[in-house]
């Protein structure tokens, strides 16, 4: 299946609305069924940071990936920014439930329009840019991270990624869709599902993904990651 490019940006704040927040954990897992093991693979690039780091999730979703750093590094704190004030309130209540409450501010909004106080040594956007359409804008969503973290700070970033031309993608799409359906989701959620991907994914070739984060003052990232059409890449700001 050839996808059709998107056109009109995809509005993150009324999909990720309160119901589907509810679900998000249990469908995300569906979707991608290594978004756990993702989340451990990030813990060791980490590892060499300062026992009092700050850590930014950009685009923080219910907080897995400060659950599991607030785990794996007890001392660190957190902001998590989220546009979904549904899926910001997720990500408080996991954080108040794994004793992390006073380690995690939160911010609802674009992350372009967060000014943090001081920069961050590492930050995180996972599953989060492939939404934004637009080469200008997702250059723009890169450089607001940069700006907010240290000379030589860690960036971990994931997203749905590939060149819509290939054979390849063509067939990681097909291969990505079966391991969606095999878990039983009804046919009307599968139609959903595709069109949802087929509407609001921007997917954009490894290459130019790599061109943009260079362009916004990272290092050339190293992919760590990869399940079917997800990638997981990290990278540091530029010195």
């Known amino acids: 299946m050839t996808m059709p490019q998107a056109t009109e940006q995809f509005d993150v704040s009324s999909h990720f609305d309160d119901s589907l927040a509810a679900k998000y954990d249990r469908r995300i897992r569906l979707f991608c069924p290594s978004y756990d093991a993702l989340h451990q693979m990030i813990v060791p690039w980490l590892q060499s940071l300062p026992e009092q780091s700050a850590f930014l999730s950009a685009g923080a979703g219910t907080g897995a990936e400060i659950i599991t750093l607030g785990k794996s590094f007890p001392s660190w704190r957190f902001v998590a920014v989220d546009v979904s004030p549904d899926m910001l309130s997720a990500c408080q209540r996991r954080a108040t439930e794994a004793g992390m409450a006073n380690r995690v501010a939160f911010f609802n909004g674009r992350l372009q329009e967060y000014l943090s106080p001081a920069p961050f040594d590492a930050a995180s956007s996972v599953f989060v840019s ?26 971990i970033l994931a997203d749905l990624f590939g060149d819509r031309g290939s054979s390849e993608f063509e067939q990681l799409l097909n291969a990505w869709i079966l391991s969606y359906a095999a878990h039983g989701v009804t046919a009307e959620e599968l139609a959903q599902d595709r069109a949802h991907v087929e509407r ?7 290459s130019e993904l790599v061109a943009l984060l260079r362009e916004a003052g990272f290092s050339t990232p190293v992919r760590f990651y990869q399940t079917f059409l997800f990638g997981g890449w990290v990278s540091t700001k530029n010195v």
């Open 130 to 155: 492939h939404f934004i359409k637009g080469r200008d804008e997702k250059l723009a969503y890169f450089r607001s991270i940069a700006a907010n973290l240290k000379p030589g700070g860690l960036f």
């Open 200 to 206: 609001d994914v921007a997917f954009i070739p490894e």
